[in-house]
Nanobody
Framework: QVQLVESGGGLLQPGGSLRLSCAASGSIFSIDVMCWYRQAPGKQRELVASIGSGGSTNIVDSVKGRFTIYRDNAKNTVYLQMNSLKPEDTAVYYC???????????????WGQGTQVTVSS
């Protein structure tokens, strides 16, 4: 199995910065795509950023230029650096990983428990 543990959420003022981390552990054979999603109250969960195994990234337009996704393959960890935060960035942020465990023959989706980010003055 693969477990994801997120950290780094919190409460901060507009314009501030925060870094989210998501560490994957367990019987991991390989990790493919690593993503960050978010879900604001009353809204659908949306993809914020993704990074492939080779390092290629995709960022949603609403956070482009402010958020950066990167990964440390040696630590099986993905990060989301968030700068110039706005109140509309307030949401629960979820880590999502496509990975293959040693006892599986295919890749599966795994989700973290979510971490709250609140941007408010």
């Amino acid at each position: 199995q693969v477990q994801l543990v997120e950290s780094g959420g919190g409460l901060l003022q507009p314009g501030g910065s925060l870094r989210l981390s998501c560490a994957a552990s367990g019987s991991i054979f390989s990790i493919d795509v690593m993503c960050w999603y978010r879900q604001a109250p009353g809204k659908q969960r949306e993809l914020v950023a993704s990074i492939g195994s080779g390092g290629s990234t995709n960022i949603v337009d609403s956070v482009k230029g402010r958020f950066t996704i990167y990964r440390d393959n040696a630590k099986n960890t993905v990060y989301l650096q968030m700068n110039s935060l706005k109140p509309e960035d307030t949401a629960v942020y979820y880590c999502n990983v496509v990975a293959r465990a040693y006892d599986k023959t295919s890749y599966n989706n795994y989700w973290g428990q979510g971490t709250q980010v609140t941007v408010s003055s």
